[in-house]
């Protein structure tokens, strides 16, 4: 079925991933590598599971009620759902970017300064103003902000809040950076700009992207896999994906036969 | 004239518009019905509220002026039955009275009889002579000199004097007779009756006689009571709907004490007041009539409150807050300190307020601890018996004196001025520190 995942330099790694939501299953045997270095993204059509899969990736989904994981999914080869693991941790590593923008009601410099705050990551002030300036540098943000720093980051567009979420994932130096359906809540400008903001962290992070744009998808990602109805359909090269599919679900989808 | 013929010849077979049009009146109608049902329920609301408001302030506005009669005092040692001590202690305890009762027959030489006598030294009340004492402590010198002093009068002239009482001679049922009325008209011709602000209403204690009966005693009393109930139902309260909203598991367990709690804030408050007498007075010990227990038994009543006000204003923080610090990897404690509560905060603060209102107003409870009884000093510390504002209400209502009648008024005008300041406050904090996402 997924022929193309046995890469050695998997990053995150799942093997036979099924999750349930109470009585309801909505993962169901997934194998899926992700490599370091590479835009991977997740397409499928509502309710196929890609976000589920995502969520599984920071253990998001441990805040849901009833929520229960099986099988194996590994992050440099440790087992993400070991008892012993620290969510804490865990989180610091794969950071995450949300459907809608989500910046915290305080200013911009303390949305970026938070995560490195509570992980102790500045020893001083001038240690943590340098990690915000990076931060929103990264992000691409810091010259349409820089003067506004103590300004409320909710008063920001929704493009740039987006971005300003970019910023402060990446303060905390995650390793992957899960993002799901970043570009939802955004217009075709705001868009580009997260788009182009991917292509350039892509050579940092590893990153995972749930999109609903195939378009999207097409244009950011080196690596697409294919979800439907909580099975993983096809897993391949973008390129691949796209021009020549494997599977006639996935043709179906991606030429817009359903979705 | 032949169209509308056909039209109603064709009203079988109506299009769909035509039988919408013919219900869009009727849809019309109900709508003026319900705009003006709801129109006249918030003036039939409005209205007795006015008419509460206007009996109240129409009764006890002028319980805050009180009547005061001038007398030329002779303050001498003989009459204070002080000699020659001029110590601060002789002082205290000369007889002031006697030194008043003296003037006032000076004033009324044609008071002979000892029932006349008795009328004279009526019409002063019997606390004037706390002014004597006041003025003869800051300054010594006095004694033996005739002053001008502004006395107290007792409360049936008052009562007269402000209108509530017949000053017509000869009727039935006059508090005051009538050489005594024929007495006060001669003072009024003199110029020696006035009406003053009613500081003794605002710095004393209660009292049997009405002139002198003050509610600080209580206002002091509803201060202690109502911070040790804001210092024990708020941390616990807020605790409580922290841990029920953001950390325990949603079971049956939890399902049934969210039950419990909607179910405690529709007890009667009495029952809370029974509660507080087995528990913290037979039980505990605690002093009866203290505004510690009063507060205790009040934070009980709060407690439903703020958890249930708390809970919907923890609820109200959007879930992308929380998946947003999560996700940087923030405990659940710190994502519920650093972001959840502070945005929670405006929400559970007046919700707090509102229960502290509703406890300002609580009166059964306490009556079942004890706090109904009569006292006269102000209370100095929350374990100190104390009367607290609605009881204060509550005791002066069944007092028969017609003074107490305004009094009454005026303790419920103090009591709903201090509710609308907290109201008030409740609205400007959530006006203040209300944020939109």
Redesign the interface.
């Given at each position: 079925m997924n022929t193309a995942n046995t890469n050695g330099t998997a990053k995150v790694r799942s093997r036979g991933l099924e999750v349930f939501y109470g009585e309801k299953q909505a993962l169901f045997g997934v194998d899926l590598d992700i490599r370091s270095g590479e835009v991977t993204a997740l397409i499928g059509p509502s309710g196929c599971g890609k976000s589920t899969f995502l969520r599984c990736i920071?253990r998001?989904n441990d805040?849901v009620?009833g929520a229960k994981v099986n099988g194996s999914l590994t992050l440099d080869g440790d087992d993400i759902y070991h008892r012993e693991v620290d969510v804490?941790?865990?989180?610091?590593k794969v950071?995450?970017v949300?459907q809608?923008p989500?910046?915290?009601?305080k200013s911009i410099y303390d949305n970026v300064a938070?995560?490195p705050r509570?992980?102790g990551m500045a020893a001083d002030q001038a240690e943590l103003d340098e990690i915000v300036m990076t931060s929103l540098e990264k992000a691409g943000l810091l010259g349409e902000v820089k003067d506004r720093l103590q300004e409320s980051g909710?008063g920001l567009s929704g493009g740039q809040q987006q971005r300003l979420?970019i910023a402060?994932?990446i303060a905390?130096e995650p390793e992957v950076i899960l993002m799901d359906e970043p570009c939802s809540a955004l217009d075709p400008i705001a868009t580009a700009k997260v788009e182009e903001l991917i292509d350039e962290l892509r050579d940092n992070y590893t990153i995972v992207i749930v999109t609903h744009s195939m378009q999207q998808a097409a244009r950011v990602s080196q690596r697409t896999a294919f979800f439907h109805l909580g099975k993983l359909i096809e897993m391949g090269d973008t390129e691949q994906i796209f021009t020549n599919p494997q599977q006639p679900l996935t043709q179906g989808y991606i030429t817009g036969r359903f979705g | 004239m032949t169209e509308s013929t056909q039209l109603i010849r064709s009203s079988d077979t109506r299009t769909a518009a035509q039988i919408a049009a013919s219900h869009l009146k009727r849809r019309h109608a109900a709508e003026r019905r319900f705009k003006a049902i709801g129109l006249s329920a918030v003036v039939v609301a409005m209205t007795f509220l006015g008419l509460l408001l206007f009996t109240i302030l129409g009764n006890g506005l002028s319980a805050f002026t009180q009547t005061y009669v001038k007398l030329d005092v002779t303050l001498s040692p003989e009459l204070l039955g002080i000699g020659e001590q001029r110590t601060a202690e002789a002082l205290a305890t000369a007889d002031y009275g006697g030194v008043i009762k003296d003037a006032m027959y000076k004033r009324f030489p044609a008071a002979q009889s000892r029932a006349e006598k008795r009328e004279v030294a009526g019409l002063i009340s019997s606390g004037a002579d706390m002014a004597l004492r006041k003025a003869l402590a800051a300054n010594p010198e006095l004694i033996g000199t005739t002053q001008t002093f502004w006395l107290v009068a007792d409360d049936t002239v008052d009562m007269a004097i402000k209108g509530y009482t017949s000053r017509q001679t000869g009727q039935e049922g006059n508090r005051l007779s009538d050489k005594q009325l024929g007495w006060l008209a001669e003072l009024e011709a003199d110029g020696g009756v006035t009406r003053r602000f009613n500081s003794i209403l605002f710095s004393s204690g209660d009292s049997r006689e009405p002139e002198l009966a003050g509610l600080w005693g209580s206002v002091v009393g509803s201060v202690f009571s109502l911070l040790i109930t804001l210092a024990v139902s708020f941390p616990l309260g807020v605790a409580t709907a922290i841990y029920l909203e953001e950390f325990a598991?949603?079971n049956k367990w939890t399902d049934l004490i969210e039950v419990n709690i909607n179910n405690l804030a529709a007890v009667p408050s009495v029952v809370f007041g029974l509660l507080g007498l087995a528990v913290f007075l037979n039980f505990l010990g605690m002093p009866r009539s203290a505004p510690l227990v009063g507060g205790l038994v009040l934070a009980l009543i709060c407690l439903p409150t703020i958890i249930i006000a708390g809970r919907a204003a923890l609820k109200a923080v959007?879930p992308?807050?929380?998946?947003?610090?999560?996700?940087?990897?923030?405990?659940k404690l710190?994502v519920v300190t650093?972001?959840v509560l502070p945005?929670a905060m405006p929400g559970i603060l007046t919700g707090t307020i509102l229960g502290m209102a509703h406890a300002l107003g609580e009166t059964a409870p306490l009556l079942m601890i004890g706090m109904v009884a009569f006292i006269v000093d102000i209370p100095a510390s929350p374990l100190d018996p104390s009367a607290v504002l609605p009881v204060q209400v509550y005791l002066w209502a069944d007092s028969p004196e017609r003074a107490f009648v305004e009094r009454t008024s005026a303790a419920i005008i103090v009591l709903l001025i201090f509710l609308a300041a907290m109201n008030l406050g409740a609205i400007l904090l959530r006006k203040k520190f209300e944020?939109r996402?």
């Open positions: 920071n998001m805040l009620d804490v941790q865990l989180r610091a950071g995450m949300f809608k989500n910046p915290f009601p938070y995560g509570i992980h909710t979420c402060r994932a905390v | 598991p949603k959007p992308s807050i929380r998946e947003a610090a999560a996700g940087l990897g923030a405990s710190q650093d972001h945005l944020r996402w």
